[in-house]
């Protein structure tokens, strides 16, 4: 991945000061672009609002039973929506994404384990609230002294690392919440009908019932791009908003149940409404953190130090990620300005009693992707339709990629050099076609699918309005409440398994239990560069130091009190990385398994299946009911991992699909 930022700042306030001159310069342009986007800017809009607020949903249901209700959904929306906000107008890189994320959860709850043994719970938010003061200090030190220069030392292995243990907490989270729903909660009067026997136990095999059915039907729906039937605008609508749908249909479902079962079953959500007296409380936390003795204000530093580290590694990658260099971001970026920011509004959760919010994944580059698919098609529209009018004026090919390479100039305001480099690949497909009877086949749509350059449309419009939306979701906390706990719980395990396609740690555990006979099986799909260029043996002792060092973290997490260092490990892994690792595994093969970026291959072709593709008669595309129906967004689906990494692959997804292979005999 890219990181653009300039490695020489070393004068304190250097970087932020360069952040700051160059958004500024753009703050104009970032609200203007909007208006060529008019109402369609409301489609990633839609799209974003769905993917941060389901999460932030579920996290403070997780939050509510951690802390004994101190905090709950009303609190992790209210914290998301008002960093939402901040950032959206104020922040250097309005792409990323803002919002309270597991790291937080478990952090708050092993504080609020701390504080009812110590200052006690009715002063738990004062107390977390000296935390985050102390958190928002680290953060203004790192900023104001470059700190974001050394973030490209936390490589791809501490970043799947992280992942890998959010996703094991994901599941350790869902399979716990199943287990309790069939066990009476903590305070609740036993003696209550629902909590009878035959009750209880019902309530269980429900929950089983709507956890497992809400995970089944949100990974299919995830994958609708794919899907063989129904249109692309169907396909696409489903893929997008399939998750959000399947909660309201199996909280749908929950109210289909006899009449006969006592109310209470199954358990939904438990939060106070926002106007309650339970959840006021929290706005005026800062009249009682002068209560705190002098001893815990200074304890606080000790969580302080490691939230500001999972902060500013966990803020970096999602804004690193949110800008990779294959987007052809035009806006500079703001890395140091953006810490800076973060700091500023951890102060103002903690003085509120509101979890703080940071920059969170993968829902960052899934806001950036959204937007270049707006962009793409607004750009690809303008394009076809000069081309087609030149065919019909019986232009050259020549004039036809001229009137293309004009209109790409007109929307990007790029010099004509710049298109020319951009454009190499779409005007040599153009181009191809000039003589012969290829002419009589030239598709413009389809070369403009295939080589036009991704494009992103940067503004501050969606990320505010998503943000707005997230904060009147406050407002409809009653419908909330509807929904089956049950459905969260199994809405946990599906951010688990949804995040490991792509996680290239995950893919070297399975390889592990393939047999060194069905080996070429992974070489025949896509696969990653490391399978081919790293001998076995290195693969299996790097994937096994990183499976006992994820051990070693997830038991960290389960230290009573001490648990909250269990950031600690992944600060220790840089100088592993750089110190230890380099004299276990050759340099070339380091490089490999710990690469900067994600390189893909295209799966080979091996003699022993019955008909290979050159021997198969490819479908006339001529008609245009046999075009290929693939959507930029489907394109982007397939190049892209869970968590917002695109993949580096020798042909695109379109090219995939119609590319002959080579005669030579394939090895292994």
């Known amino acids: 991945m890219d990181m653009t930022m300039d490695q020489g700042v070393t004068t304190p306030f250097s970087g932020m000061l360069n952040d700051v001159k160059g958004r500024l310069a753009c703050y104009k342009k970032d609200w203007i672009d909007t208006c060529g986007s008019g109402a369609r800017i409301l489609a990633p809009t839609a799209y974003i609002f769905f993917a941060s607020a389901l999460p932030v949903i579920a996290f403070g249901e997780q939050l509510s039973r951690e802390t004994d209700g101190s905090l709950s959904t009303s609190e992790t929306l209210a914290s998301t929506a008002i960093c939402g906000v901040i950032h959206s107008i104020f922040g250097g890189q309005p792409l990323l994404i803002l919002g309270v994320a597991e790291p937080t959860i478990i952090m708050y709850a092993y504080l609020y384990n701390f504080a009812k043994h110590s200052v006690g719970k009715e002063l738990y938010l004062a107390w977390a609230g000296w935390v985050c003061v102390w958190t928002a200090l680290m953060l203004f030190i790192l900023a104001i002294f470059n700190a974001c220069t050394i973030i490209t030392r936390f490589t791809r292995v501490a970043g799947e690392l992280f992942g890998m243990l959010i996703t094991v907490l994901f599941i350790q989270e869902a399979i716990k919440g199943v287990v309790s729903e069939f066990n009476i909660p903590t305070g609740e009067n036993a003696s209550d009908e629902k909590y009878q026997f035959q009750w209880l136990y019902t309530n269980g095999l429900l929950a089983v019932i709507f956890s497992f059915g809400l995970l089944i039907t949100a990974l299919k729906s995830r994958k609708a791009r794919s899907w063989r039937y129904g249109s692309g605008w169907f396909r696409s609508f489903i893929a997008d908003y399939g998750v959000p749908m399947m909660v309201v249909v199996w909280t749908a479902l929950s109210y289909s149940i006899p009449s006969q079962i006592p109310t209470g079953v199954p358990r939904r959500l438990f939060c106070p409404l926002p106007w309650e007296p339970e959840s006021l409380y929290h706005w005026t936390v800062i009249n009682d953190m002068g209560k705190i003795p002098a001893g815990y204000i200074f304890a606080a530093i000790i969580p302080a130090m490691m939230i500001a580290g999972l902060y500013f590694f966990d803020h970096s990658v999602a804004s690193q990620l949110a800008q990779q260099k294959e987007f052809n971001l035009k806006n500079p970026s703001a890395y140091h300005y953006d810490i800076f920011l973060l700091g500023v509004m951890t102060l103002l959760c903690g003085l509120l009693g509101l979890p703080p919010?940071?920059?969170?994944?993968?829902?960052?580059?899934?806001?950036?992707?959204?937007?270049?698919?707006?962009?793409?098609?607004?750009?690809?529209?303008?394009?076809?339709?000069?081309?087609?009018?030149?065919?019909?004026?019986?232009?050259?090919?020549?004039?036809?990629?001229?009137?293309?390479?004009?209109?790409?100039?007109?929307?990007?305001?790029?010099?004509?050099?710049?298109?020319?480099?951009?454009?190499?690949?779409?005007?040599?497909a153009v181009l191809s076609h000039e003589d012969g009877e290829a002419n009589d086949n030239f598709d413009p749509e389809k070369c403009i699918d295939l080589h036009l350059p991704v494009r992103v449309n940067e503004q501050r419009v969606s990320n505010l309005l998503q943000s707005i939306l997230v904060g009147l979701s406050i407002c409809i906390m009653p419908v909330i409440k509807m929904i089956p706990s049950s459905v969260l719980w199994g809405y946990f395990a599906y951010m688990a398994i949804d995040s490991l396609p792509g996680n290239q740690f995950w893919e070297r555990i399975l390889l592990l239990f393939v047999p060194p006979g069905r080996r070429f099986k992974v070489i025949q799909g896509f696969h990653a560069s490391f399978v081919e260029s790293v001998p076995f043996k290195y693969i299996f002792m790097f994937t096994i130091f990183q499976l006992a060092y994820l051990l070693m973290c997830f038991g960290i997490t389960w230290i009573p009190i001490a648990g909250i260092l269990f950031p600690l490990p992944f600060f220790l892994l840089i100088s592993i990385r750089e110190h230890i690792l380099p004299k276990i595994f050759p340099a070339h093969c380091l490089q490999e398994l710990d690469a900067a970026e994600y390189e893909e291959i295209i799966g080979r072709s091996f003699r022993t299946r019955s008909l290979s593709l050159t021997d198969r008669e490819l479908p006339d595309t001529n008609g245009d009911e046999a075009s290929p129906d693939v959507s930029s967004a489907e394109i982007l689906d397939e190049m892209t991992t869970r968590r917002g990494e695109l993949k580096h692959r020798s042909v695109s997804f379109n090219d995939r699909q119609l590319q002959a292979i080579p005669e030579g005999p394939a090895g292994v």
Do not use: C, W
């Not at 993968?362 to 992707?369: D, V």
């Open 357 to 428: 919010s940071n920059g969170v994944l993968p829902q960052s580059p899934m806001h950036t992707r959204s937007l270049a698919v707006l962009k793409r098609q607004i750009m690809r529209k303008k394009m076809v339709k000069s081309a087609k009018e030149g065919i019909k004026e019986q232009a050259s090919n020549s004039e036809i990629y001229g009137r293309m390479h004009a209109v790409f100039i007109e929307m990007e305001g790029a010099p004509s050099h710049v298109a020319d480099k951009e454009l190499a690949n779409l005007k040599e």
